[in-house]
């Protein structure tokens, strides 16, 4: 699957460790968030989705691309 995902400046720190294993393109914006676009296998998604949540509190917002 591959997912866009857009995190807040404040959270890139913590996300990077998780989001940079899967890491297709990435994207910084000039407000120090960054937008990235990961393919990851579909039976990991959900485990990724928490770790995720858990890393911004639930303020990355993901987007599937369908392909």
Known sequence: KK???TVP???TGKVYSIINQYK???NW???????????IPAG???DFYDRLNSATHGS????E???
Do not use: F, P, R, Y
Not at 29 to 39: H, K, P, R, Y
Not at 60 to 63: D, E, G, N, P
């Open 24 to 26: 297709e393109e990435e």
């Open 29 to 39: 914006m000039n407000d120090g968030s960054l937008e990235v676009v990961i393919s």
């Open 60 to 63: 990355a917002i993901t987007q």
């Open 44 to 46: 990991m998604v959900m």
């Open 65 to 67: 691309i369908k392909e």
């Open 3 to 5: 997912i866009k995902i």
């Open 9 to 11: 400046a404040i959270h």
